[in-house]
């Protein structure tokens, strides 16, 4: 790995997904981050069901997968294969038989973090259920929030994460194309609002009539993109996160300092 006591390297893959296909999609993903490896990323983020695409809900049930299973041990032979950390969404079955939308975090250390996602958009109630916990990622290199797709818009789930330590938070997403307005705003004011860096991985084309917007891009705390991409293109995007410009950043607008405790959310 490349990272030091405050530097370390990120990739978000945009691609697009081939409804029901884990394989045809597996293999795609590792184009993309073999290619992130060669840039010496040591977080690699896939976007949300990216192993099965997400309209497949006349499917949910035959796709979902216990935790481990295919698709996360498939991450970890990749995490071990590129010395590197892999997070991505997938559904997930749970011991109980419930299914999730979960986005699960992999490392060369046989490291499994997971997080299922608590607000669900549209259509989704009927096939998730809903999880019920925040928690830290604790990486070597960074303390991480995960989050999923709609929860761009949510800010207290991304306040209660900075609470919790974070100084990243990663949005794996299959965020559609005629709201790209609410991705781009949400997107940095969740960076400014906490003093973190945002990794917002999306996908882009379109499963049957729903089109995604892309636009995944690494934000700085202080609403900078440092690396981005456009709506329609398949690709890698790539950048150095300075773990001192959350500092800085804090100090420069102290919004965690400064808040009022009695309108802290309890979250669970």
Not at 2 to 20: D, E, G, H, P, R
Not at 106 to 134: I, V
Not at 157 to 184: H, N, P, T
Request: with cysteine; glycine share 6%.
């Amino acid at each position: 790995m490349t990272f030091t006591m405050k530097n370390f390297t990120v990739s978000a893959i945009q691609m697009k997904c081939i409804l029901k296909d884990k394989q045809a999609n597996l293999e795609h993903a590792a184009e993309f981050i073999k290619i992130a490896a060669e840039r010496g990323s040591d977080l690699i983020v896939l976007p949300e069901l990216f192993s099965t695409g997400y309209r497949v809900e006349n499917a949910d049930a035959e796709l979902a997968e216990p935790i481990p299973s295919e698709t996360t041990l498939w991450m970890q032979c990749q995490s071990e294969k590129y010395n590197a950390y892999i997070a991505g969404g997938i559904i997930e079955k749970a011991a109980d038989g419930k299914i999730y939308d979960t986005a699960v975090i992999t490392g060369p250390d046989n490291y499994l973090f997971k997080y299922r996602k608590m607000h669900l958009w549209g259509a989704e109630p009927p096939r998730f259920s809903r999880g019920d916990e925040l928690k830290i990622a604790e990486l070597p290199f960074v303390k991480a929030g995960l989050l999923i797709c709609y929860e761009v818009g949510f800010p207290e789930q991304a306040r209660v994460l900075a609470q919790k330590g974070a100084e990243v938070i990663i949005y794996v997403s299959a965020f559609g194309k005629a709201r790209a307005y609410a991705w781009d705003v949400a997107s940095r004011s969740r960076a400014l609002e906490n003093g973190v860096f945002v990794i917002a991985c999306n996908r882009c084309g379109n499963d049957i009539d729903t089109e995604f917007c892309g636009l995944s891009r690494i934000v700085a705390p202080d609403t900078a993109i440092l690396a981005g991409t456009g709506i329609d293109n398949e690709t890698v995007v790539t950048a150095v996160i300075n773990l001192e410009d959350v500092e800085k950043q804090r100090l420069a607008i102290p919004y965690l300092r400064d808040l009022n405790k009695k309108l802290q959310i309890d979250f669970i």
